[in-house]
T-cell receptor, first 114, second 112 residues
Framework: GAVVSQHPSWVICKSGTSVKIECRSLDFQATTMFWYRQFPKQSLMLMAT?????????EQGVEKDKFLINHASLTLSTLTVTSAHPEDSSFYIC??????????FGPGTRLTVL | KQEVTQIPAALSVPEGENLVLNCSFTDSAIYNLQWFRQDPGKGLTSLLL?????REQTSGRLNASLDKSSGRSTLYIAASQPGDSATYLCAVRRGGNTPLVFGKGTRLSVIA
């Protein structure tokens, strides 16, 4: 099956710093990638839809200036959490759409903001 | 707006028991439905994907059914094992390149 990687797998940072998370589709091209966030014991909540070569579409309540998404190529999307605060601590998961049938998920990135 | 509900939220069963996890969705206009497994602190493992035109899918001890018109799906696990302990997530997709919408999951504990 298709493989999606995320880097880093975990990160700890100080409040006020910015953190970049990479999502790569390793063996297929993904015109669309999705970014989800999961708080402890909660389900995955869609943050934004990332389309290659165009601006991301953000879900209601997600600050686009705080969560910067760049989808510069068909195999790479990045999520930058700017001026991170402790309430941004969460599990961030990306997925890549290989077509209409299935989304392939990355292993997730655990962000802890001190 | 699509909403996905999973019942029960948590389930504890003795090893060897057969069990059923339930998923319901409010908008029956779906393209497909997918069941995932998530271990604590880990990512998602896709278990079964059912297209909207299908009624069920099977993989080993797992069987998932779909009743699109009533907005329901079930995941049946036969002869449960302690290794099946995890959170099971149900998710639906409206179509094309749209994102999956997830339920809150069922936390399953299989006791040896």
């Amino acid at each position: 099956g298709a493989v999606v990687s995320q880097h880093p797998s975990w990160v700890i940072c100080k409040s006020g710093t910015s953190v970049k998370i990479e999502c790569r589709s390793l063996d297929f091209q993904a015109t669309t990638m999705f970014w989800y966030r999961q708080f402890p014991k909660q389900s995955l909540m869609l943050m934004a839809t990332s389309n290659e070569g165009s601006k991301a579409t953000y879900e209601q309540g997600v600050e686009k200036d705080k969560f910067l998404i760049n989808h510069a190529s068909l195999t790479l999307s990045t999520l930058t959490v700017t001026s991170a605060h402790p309430e941004d601590s969460s599990f961030y998961i990306c997925s890549a759409s290989g077509g209409p049938n299935e989304q392939f998920f990355g292993p997730g990135t655990r962000l802890t903001v001190l | 707006k699509q909403e996905v509900t999973q019942i029960p939220a948590a389930l504890s069963v003795p090893e060897g028991e057969n069990l059923v996890l339930n998923c319901s969705f409010t908008d029956s206009a779906i393209y497909n439905l997918q069941w995932f497994r998530q271990d604590p602190g880990k990512g998602l493992t896709s278990l079964l994907l059912i297209q909207s035109s299908q009624r069920e899918q099977t993989s080993g001890r797992l069987n998932a059914s779909l009743d699109k018109s009533s907005g329901r799906s079930t995941l049946y696990i036969a002869a449960s094992q302690p290794g099946d302990s995890a959170t099971y997530l149900c998710a639906v997709r409206r179509g094309g390149n749209t994102p999956l919408v997830f339920g809150k999951g069922t936390r399953l504990s299989v006791i040896a």
